[in-house]
């Protein structure tokens, strides 16, 4: 389909390599496997897949014009018409690593500025050009924490408010490698995620410390306290972060943290039903040479002109390889360059204006559902933009209800969080309007009649 | 003429604004003091600036849709536009991944129909398709094999054969799963020692990374009787797929042995590099490894009737190693993949096989003559020169890639496989036609003669490019890596 | 290449040299050499620590290589080359000198049997290439 040989370009590049055709090229593999019949359908013409696709994707529900209160680690957040124009150039997208910085300064040069806009949204010194996603972010915090201590450290204790996929992740990547143990301390109530509750746990054969700002569950928490405890017992402090909170709350960087990872989906980077996404990963910068993943640098061409290049790549695993410390290939890097160019676009006052916008929304919802009979706030301490709400009913019906009416409901806990009832996470950003949240109410009123039919 | 193009924070102007939000349409929260943060130092630029600077940094760029790219095991081939055009669909790329199941039936669909794609290609009968990216298929698939001998209680099977041809990420992938590496040796013909790999095949054998063609284009004459050495010990076979261009339609994995395997999207699937990501990985495997993989795996949970279509769903499986990343994987990337696999179907991608290898060979063909060619027998889709001319000595492959880039081209990929030493790993892939091909050869020949007849060209190049060689010292030695 | 005659060398390029009951270790202008432009050293060892022979006491890194360093001999940890970790690229200027790593302390002296002296160091890199 895009291959552009003519039937007399191959036969005089077979003439020029003395092969008769094409079947000769492939004299090396066994007969007894060779050229097996492939059990699929006919290939379609641009017409015709883009007919399929339309199709397919007739069958989902897209949230342009659906009100969607589910967040729980991936939120609907405006993307601006800039963005895309942008990365859709082609010497963006399909520009390949910038091994050859003389050739490759577009990408070297947006990728310093995304790790700059990183550390000085977080409140730290240095930044790496991203990792996959916030889950893995989290996991490779583990993998500097284990190399930190050289193996001597066990045990990454783990708030119970971290995203469940990231715990899972980190278990993947870390749970019994050579001793490692991950501990979460179990809690039975919101209230019970605290930062005291980790720190009665903190000894010296703890490594790291993880948790999460706002957490699953939305809330806000201080972690100054919950950093110096950390930091007595020689342990390293991780914050995982909401990158649009960070548009009004004080940064880890101020508490103490030493690292700091994060989804950077917010940034302006699509839903795109949970991928491909950004792993945010700041640091203090002592830490910097255990970093994994690609790092970009400022320095000089051989003409004196001020460039930027792939540095400290003597850490990773093209050249360490089993002494790396980590396997680490690829970064996130066209949606590094999707975050830099929102926040460049956004800049300071728009960062804190969208961050507001999801705070009052959140707000006057979570006040506005409180009202009506039944749901109850679970939230005690501060929250952002999201917030659990118990409800009369399980919430798998009250959001088949809601998807009846075209909307789509919070995040269902009660299976991953029994302990919490009839819970649902709700997520509230700019995307949602005062007319949304304001039928939403009226649905959960009508609901709550239906349920107790 | 200075090609510098400012930073964002040396654009800035204070005051200056770019996109703006509606007023709020709710009352005012407030946000405990303690809490808040007291200064963002973000830059204040006007959308005029922000797209004058981007595209003006795009410019910077060679890129794939400006000319070749070379690159031995990267599988460059064009990025289809109808490809980023499905990504771009808003009933895919505007679904939350958490939506009710019954909302995104056509998202699920599309990746169960991908993973039976990838087995059908591959020959295996289960497919993950959570990997991020390929090193996550590679960490993925070494973890299924130590879960595997973990159950079976042989836990003293710790060495992981590893070819010396091999990229990094294989050896780092094994230590980060607990196991240690042993080498095995390349001999004279590009193919696995037989009697180096029988040595090294014991009671302690966990299992080997075979990637097949190698990294030195080659695909191994003895490929059959390394798995069955290795499977006799009482090892496991992973197959590091980055270069399956060259087996689409021309064998299948599953069929010669190999228990797991990876694939890059990104590379054989034909979707963007994006400047070093985002790419997307797949891990098949036989029926024996299937309850390791890491999930959740899409699934059709309610086979279809007459009246309604299948009910699509998420099953983890009964001993997944685990979940590699949040929700299901790449979907953007996947959509991409599954548009290109549906356009080229099962003919096109046999073609796509087939004319990788013609055009690696017809560029060997040509360059052997004037560049050392470690391993002169018939490539697959991508083949290594070593840059050694006795009556040069000065000159090294870093320079010739150098030199390349004045001729419009981006260098091959150099320094690796490491038992050459001075490699150019040349992959064209099939999207290149034979003009193109020619510029090519008539390009590195006329830099085999410069080498000999005015070698300082190569020392000082690129020149003709926006910036020159950089000085990576200095980037390493006063760290700057922030703003 | 230099090689400093009175000193030991081991198979990963480190020397040692002793004087009574104190030995220094560095490593040598063949692994300066090969590494190139050295841009990072770090020590992971501290003033005190009790080493036994090959124990990893650091790595050096350069451009486009990595190293771990490793000491040749068993002894005490006593002094700690700090001019070295803040400027890397002594290295590559006096390895024998001025860039030495970390000195080691012994009682009962140290075991240099199994290292190569100059002569043979000199072999085993010429056969190196």
């Known amino acids: 389909m895009f291959i552009p040989h003519t039937d007399a370009d191959r036969e005089s590049m077979l003439a020029a390599i003395g092969k008769k055709d094409l079947n000769e090229l492939f004299d090396v593999v066994p007969e007894k496997y060779r ?14 897949v883009t007919f399929l696709l339309d199709e397919i994707s007739s069958a989902n529900l897209s949230l342009d014009h659906t009100a969607c209160f589910t967040g729980a680690g991936a939120y609907h957040h405006y993307i601006p018409a800039a963005i895309d124009n942008l990365i859709s150039r082609g010497d963006f997208y399909t520009a390949y690593t910038p091994y050859q910085p003389e050739i490759s300064q577009g990408t070297l040069q947006a990728v310093y500025e995304y790790q700059s806009l990183m550390a000085r949204l977080t409140g730290m010194e240095a930044a790496n050009a991203s990792h996959y996603d916030g889950a893995t972010a989290c996991a490779e915090a583990g993998v500097l924490a284990y190399h930190q201590y050289h193996g001597k450290r066990k045990k990454i204790l783990v708030s119970a408010g971290l995203h469940p996929h990231y715990l899972l992740t980190l278990k993947t990547y870390l749970q019994d490698f050579d001793g490692m143990q991950i501990e979460c301390p179990k809690a039975t109530s919101l209230d019970e995620i605290s930062p005291e509750k980790l720190e009665e746990k903190i000894d010296m054969d703890t490594a790291l410390v993880l948790v999460q700002y706002p957490d699953f569950f939305g809330q806000i928490q201080d972690f100054s306290e919950l950093a110096k405890a950390v930091h007595e017992k020689g342990a390293l402090l991780c914050v995982c972060i909401n990158p649009i909170a960070l548009g009004l709350l004080k940064t880890p960087g101020e508490m103490g943290a030493d690292i700091v990872v994060g989804e950077g989906q917010p940034l302006g980077i699509p839903l795109s039903y949970g991928g491909p996404y950004l792993g945010i990963f700041t640091t203090r910068k002592e830490l910097i040479r255990k970093v994994s993943g690609r790092i970009v640098g400022e320095t000089v061409d051989n003409r004196g002109q001020r460039a930027y290049v792939l540095t400290l790549t003597a850490r990773e695993q093209h050249i360490r390889r089993e002494k790396a410390t980590s396997n680490i290939c690829s970064n996130q890097s066209l949606n590094a360059l999707t975050a830099a160019i929102y926040l460049s676009l956004l800049g300071r006052d728009g960062l804190r204006a969208v961050a507001k916008l999801c705070y009052d929304k959140a707000h006057y919802a979570a006040k506005e559902i409180s009202k009506i009979h039944g749901y109850r ?10 917030f659990v709400v118990s409800c009369p009913q399980p919430p798998s019906d009250i959001n088949q209800h809601l998807l009846d009416h075209g909307m789509i409901g919070g995040y269902d806990l009660s299976e991953e969080y029994p302990m919490l009832g009839n819970a649902m996470l709700i997520a509230v950003t700019e995307m949602i309007n005062k007319e949304d949240i304001d039928d939403l109410c009226e649905m959960l009123k009508e609901g709550e009649h239906h349920g107790r039919h | 003429m200075d090609a510098t193009e400012k930073t964002i924070f040396e654009l800035s102007a204070t005051g200056r604004k770019g996109f703006r939000f509606p007023s709020p349409d709710v009352p005012s929260s407030d946000l405990p003091e303690s809490l808040q943060r007291k200064d963002l ?21 060679y890129s794939l849709d400006n000319g070749m790219y070379p690159l031995g095991s990267c599988t460059m081939k064009y990025n289809p536009k109808i490809c980023e055009k499905a990504a771009r669909i808003s009933a895919f790329a505007n679904l939350h991944p958490l939506q009710p199941i019954e909302s995104v039936q056509g998202a699920v669909l599309i990746l169960y129909e991908m993973q039976i794609i990838l087995q059908e290609i591959s020959g295996f009968p289960a497919c993950s398709l959570t990997p991020a990216a390929g090193a996550q298929g590679e960490f993925g698939g070494v973890k299924m094999i130590a879960a595997s001998l973990r159950d079976r209680g042989e836990t003293q099977r710790k060495i992981m054969l590893i070819p010396d041809s ?15 590496c042993l080498a095995v040796r390349t001999d004279e013909r590009g193919n696995i020692d037989l009697n180096d790999l029988t040595s090294k095949c014991n009671e302690r054998l966990a299992g080997i990374m075979i990637t097949n063609p190698n990294t030195l284009g080659l695909f191994d004459e003895n490929i059959v009787e390394v798995i069955r050495i290795v499977h006799q010990a009482g090892g496991l076979v992973y197959g590091d797929g980055a270069n399956m261009n060259a087996l689409l339609g021309i064998v299948k994995p599953a069929e010669l042995g190999f228990d797991v395997m990876h694939f890059n999207l990104h590379k054989t699937f034909a979707t963007p590099h994006g400047g070093g990501g985002p790419g997307a990985g797949a ?18 949970l309610e086979e279809a009737t007459e009246e309604v279509p299948p009910l699509y769903g998420y099953r983890m499986p009964e001993k997944s190693i685990g979940m590699l990343r949040s929700f299901w994987g790449h979907f953007g990337i996947i959509v ?43 490539c697959m889709h991508e083949f290594v020169l070593d840059v050694k001319w006795p009556d040069a000595p000065g000159i090294r ?70 910036f020159g060689r950089m000085d990576e010292v200095k980037a390493a030695r006063d760290l700057k890596i922030a703003e | 290449m230099n090689i ?7 198979k990963n390029d480190e020397w040692v040299s002793v004087e009574g009951n104190k030995a220094t270790i560095g490593i040598s202008d063949y692994a300066q050499d090969s590494l190139s432009d050295i841009v990072f050293v770090e020590i992971s060892v501290s003033v005190g620590d009790s080493l036994a022979a090959e124990d990893n006491i650091g790595t050096i890194e350069s451009v486009k290589a990595a190293s771990d360093i490793y000491t040749p001999v068993a002894g005490t940890v006593s002094e700690i080359n700090n001019k070295v970790v803040d400027s890397p690229e002594l290295l590559n200027r006096d390895p024998f000198g001025e860039a030495w790593l970390i000195k080691l302390s012994s009682d009962t002296g140290f075991d240099t049997s199994h290292l190569m002296d100059a002569d043979a160091y000199r072999k085993y890199c010429e056969d190196r290439g």
Request: aromatic residues 10%; charged residues 25%.
């Open chain 1, 35 to 48: 050229f097996p019949k492939l059990n699929l359908q006919p290939g379609l013409t641009e017409p015709e």
């Open chain 2, 166 to 180: 091999a990229h990094g990420t294989n050896p780092a992938s094994s230590v980060m799963s607990g196991f240690e």
């Open chain 1, 377 to 386: 706030i679970l939230n005690q301490r501060p929250f952002f933009h999201e």
């Open chain 2, 336 to 378: 991409r993949a599954y548009c290109y696999c549906m356009m080229l179907g099962a003919e096109g991608l046999r073609r796509v096989a087939e004319y990788a290898t013609l055009n690696a060979n017809y560029l060997m063909e040509a360059l052997k003559q004037d560049y050392p060619l470690p391993y002169d027998r018939t």
């Open chain 2, 397 to 466: 492959a870093l320079d010739v890639a150098k030199r390349l880039m004045d001729y419009k081209f981006h260098p091959p990929t150099n320094y690796f496989p490491l038992i050459i030493h001075e490699a150019l790993m040349i992959e064209p892939t099939e999207t290149e036609s034979k003009e193109t091909l020619d510029d090519f050869i008539k390009a590195m020949k006329t830099i085999a003669r410069e080498a000999r007849e005015n070698p300082e060209l190569l020392h000082q190049a690129p020149t003709e490019t926006p």
């Open chain 2, 41 to 61: 130092p973000l830059p204040e630029l006007s959308e005029v600036d922000v797209v004058r600077h981007y595209t003006r940094l795009s410019r910077l760029n």
């Open chain 2, 283 to 300: 891990i098949c495997c036989t029926e024996q490894l299937k309850a390791y993989l890491p999930g959740p795996i899409a699934d059709i």
């Open chain 3, 4 to 10: 400093h005659p009175n000193y030991f060398y081991s």
